[in-house]
């Protein structure tokens, strides 16, 4: 009995020692431009963030490789190999359906009617995972990819290779390519996808991110063979995109839906050799539900309305920003794109700014306020300011810090530490170079405000100390139940 108590007070000890501080983010999309990550020509202060995106790359393989077929539920076509989702907001309303107490939960999908409350999850749609594990994949396709471009190693592009092979092309795993059963409706009247299930697979900007970094920087794990076999699908799947009822319905949707579908479209046409394509594509956003989606005044009214505005507003602004990333790399310019009321991206960006995350997530925002600072610039270190004030832990040690450049370095180098194993209360780590010169081009080199320099570092100490009270309070709690 003693042995046990002491032995789990010393198993978080020890967890609250080794605790990774820079755990991985799911960011809502983005575009990582292969050009510059291939080139290698990164800042000396960006690593810190890489070697975070070494960390996730390890930590994003969890649970890997995914795939469709492993769902507890078939979907109603009875093909396993068919994607299924249930549309997250949807709840059964069983009180017409006489004595309930009975019903299975297969019964309540097939009998309960279900209603729709915006922005609250029901908790039973992570049952049937495909669309967590999609995201699983992408971020494991991304951060693998960006490793194997650091180091060389084919530990990480093998993974990648395994990773797309078990999703998209082994005969037993591999995935129909449409979303027929995407966020499904689930009662009487269900048993369909609806057009929101396009949403679901957004995050193929980031799998493209990380194929266009192995292929053209020719990583040997990457083979001619499942590049083929990859696009092959990828045109099978564009081709249900463009034509399928609930895909176009998707496509004329007018709010983050909308900006997600391009995202979709334009990063499976690059993978698929069509930049031409994808051009298009996004000229066919920015010209079009792009037009009325920021006021004069910045707002998003289509995402305000929400019941979470303050994570509608940073997530449509993540897919414009992919889109204007997308369309950069096929050469279509659109970060001076004005909508109707003749703003920009940015004027979204300085809005959400203003605007109080109140009990939703903060951090949200920040990967958008990064992108809009290293693209338009940053004149008064306005964005940098509120990254340093808002982010309780290192901005620099965040993996979008490392594309999101230049930024300036209005306090950021000043007090980062030298390495992750340091920050995360461990010994020196292999590369340490934390203050080094800041990144040239927009940015403003030299000022380094000392308000913001103490804001980052008072940031440093809190969190410190919040990390530390919190392993406190739950080695305290732990030592009182044993009691
Ligand atoms: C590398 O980046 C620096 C700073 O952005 C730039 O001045 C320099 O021209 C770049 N070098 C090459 C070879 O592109
Ligand atoms: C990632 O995993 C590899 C293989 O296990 C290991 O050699 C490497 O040190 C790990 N990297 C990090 C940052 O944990
Ligand atoms: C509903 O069914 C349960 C289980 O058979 C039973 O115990 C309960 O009395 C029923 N309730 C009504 C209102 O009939
Ligand atoms: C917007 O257009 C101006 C003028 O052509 C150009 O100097 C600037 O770089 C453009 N901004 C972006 C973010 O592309």
Not at 64 to 85: E, F, N, Q, R
Not at 371 to 394: F, H, P, R, W
Not at 415 to 435: E, F, I, N, R
Request: with cysteine.
């Amino acid at each position: 009995m003693i042995t046990s108590r002491t032995s789990s007070l010393l198993f978080v000890a020890v967890t609250c020692l080794t605790l990774p501080v820079h755990s991985l983010t799911n960011y809502a999309n983005d575009f990582v431009d292969p050009t510059y990550v291939l080139a290698k020509n990164y800042s000396t202060w960006t690593t810190p963030s890489q070697e975070t995106i070494l960390q996730w790359a390890n930590d994003s393989t969890s649970g890997g490789p995914w795939s469709v077929t492993t769902k507890p539920y078939l979907a109603p076509s009875g093909d396993k190999h068919d994607y299924m989702s249930w549309a997250p907001y949807a709840w059964p309303d069983c009180t017409g359906v006489g004595n309930t107490t009975e019903l299975t939960p297969q019964q309540i999908w097939t009998t309960c009617p279900y209603v729709t409350r915006d922005g609250q999850f029901n908790p039973d749609g992570r049952d049937i995972n495909n669309v967590g594990d999609f995201d699983s994949l992408a971020n494991a396709v991304l951060y693998n990819s960006l490793a194997w471009a650091f180091t060389g190693s084919s530990l990480y592009s093998g993974r990648v290779a395994t990773f797309i092979n078990a999703w998209f092309i082994n005969a037993d795993t591999y995935m129909n390519p449409n979303l027929n059963y995407g966020q499904m409706q689930r009662g009487p009247n269900g048993q369909t996808g609806s057009h929101t299930g396009l949403l679901d697979l957004k995050c193929m900007a980031k799998i493209a991110s990380g194929i266009l970094v192995l292929r053209i920087g020719k990583a040997a794990e990457w083979t001619s063979d499942i590049d083929d076999q990859f696009v092959a699908w990828i045109n099978k799947y564009i081709q249900w995109v463009t034509t399928a009822s609930i895909a176009l319905a998707e496509k004329a949707a007018t709010n983050n839906h909308g900006s997600f579908y391009y995202n979709q479209l334009a990063s499976l046409q690059i993978m698929a050799n069509d930049n031409d394509g994808a051009e298009k594509t996004l000229d066919e956003y920015f010209t079009g539900i792009y037009m009325n989606q920021i006021a004069a005044n910045g707002d998003q009214p289509l995402e305000s309305i929400r019941t979470r505005p303050y994570h509608y507003r940073a997530y449509n602004l993540a897919a414009m920003i992919t889109n204007a990333r997308l369309g950069e790399y096929v050469g279509y310019h659109a970060w001076n794109k004005t909508t109707a009321a003749g703003v920009t991206i940015q004027a979204a960006c300085d809005y959400a700014i203003t605007k109080p995350a109140g009990d939703e997530t903060a951090s949200e925002l920040y990967p958008d306020v990064a992108a809009i600072a290293s693209v338009y610039g940053d004149s008064g270190n306005k964005y940098t300011k509120y990254l340093v004030a808002s982010e309780s832990k290192q901005y620099v040690w965040d993996a979008n810090f490392f594309w999101n450049q230049p930024l300036t370095d209005s306090g950021f180098a000043a007090s980062a530490p030298t390495s992750m194993s340091k920050a995360a209360g461990g010994t020196d780590g292999p590369s340490g170079t934390g203050t080094s010169t800041a990144p040239t081009g927009r940015s403003t080199v030299g000022t380094r405000p000392d308000n913001a320099a103490l804001a980052l570092a008072t940031g440093s100490w809190g969190t410190w100390l919040m990390f530390y009270g919190a392993c406190t309070v739950v080695m305290g709690a732990s030592f009182l139940e044993f009691l």
